[in-house]
């Protein structure tokens, strides 16, 4: 649910304010694309810290260049929420 929220909110900003900014970003693919694959990819959490950690990267002192979404999430986030995201439960042990 956030995860979708999160998107909506993005796909309005490249809607209604990106094309009065013009396309200004460093990066391939842009930051917005960046955050829309991140969010689908990682979910709202991780996502929303990728696209925080690129958005930081996205100014005149960094070349930019090709920045794909990782495979795989942060550090950070598997080691706060486990290195598998399938969703499945551990197998149960007999007593």
């Keep these: 649910m956030m995860r979708t929220l999160l998107i909506g909110l993005v796909k309005?900003?490249?809607l209604l304010l990106s094309?009065?900014?013009?396309?200004?970003?460093r990066?391939?693919?842009?930051?917005?694309?960046?955050?829309i694959g991140a969010l689908e990819r990682?979910?709202?959490?991780?996502?929303?810290y990728l696209t925080l950690r690129r958005l930081a990267r996205c100014q005149p002192?960094?070349?930019?260049g090709?920045?794909?979404?990782?495979a795989e999430p942060p550090r950070f986030f598997t080691a706060l929420i486990g290195t598998k995201r399938s969703g499945a439960h551990p197998p149960h042990r007999p007593l």
Aim: proline share 11%; net charge neutral; charged share 5%.
């Design 27 to 35: 990066f391939a693919p842009s930051c917005s694309l960046y955050a």
């Design 19 to 25: 094309p009065w900014l013009g396309a200004s970003c």
């Design 42 to 48: 990682h979910g709202a959490l991780a996502g929303s």
């Design 66 to 70: 090709c920045d794909p979404v990782p």
């Design 61 to 64: 002192w960094c070349q930019g």
């Design 12 to 14: 309005a900003y490249r």
